[in-house]
């Protein structure tokens, strides 16, 4: 159906930048909506940000004017762009799609993830 891969993740100091990026391969009837979702050991799986087909984005607060989602105009990349990172921003990083398969079926999709580590 839709595979994601995540990449870009690593170790930066705090205050850089890092930009990861999801490749999505395979066929489904229609896109909805593409995401970011990030796990730091010990805690719950959080919402980071969210691009829909119209190119509308949402952020949860704590990145809100840090980082950036975008989607190539093929729609078969989808980025993160991570700016002013923080030692709180260390994570586990994974890329999030939902959409309709061929049987018309609403799937979410999920990437492996990538992990991304700041250093103070």
């Known amino acids: 159906q839709l595979q994601l891969v995540e990449s870009g993740g690593g170790l930066v100091q705090a205050g850089g930048s890092l930009r990861l990026s999801c490749a999505a391969s395979?066929?489904?009837?229609?896109?909805?909506?593409m995401g970011w979702y990030r796990q730091a050991p010990g805690k719950q799986r959080e919402w980071v940000a969210t691009?829909?087909?119209?190119?509308?984005?949402n952020y949860a607060d704590s990145v809100k004017g840090r980082f950036t989602i975008s989607r190539e105009g093929a729609k078969s990349t989808e980025y993160l762009h991570m700016n002013s990172l923080k030692p709180g921003d260390t994570a586990v990083y994974y890329c999030?799609?939902?959409?309709?398969?061929?049987?018309?079926?609403?799937?979410?999709?999920w990437g492996k993830g990538t992990l991304v580590t700041v250093s103070s």
């Open positions: 999030y799609a939902r959409g309709r398969d061929l049987d018309l079926r609403d799937m979410d999709y």
């Open positions: 691009i829909t087909s119209g190119g509308s984005t």
């Open positions: 395979g066929v489904i009837f229609s896109f909805n909506t």
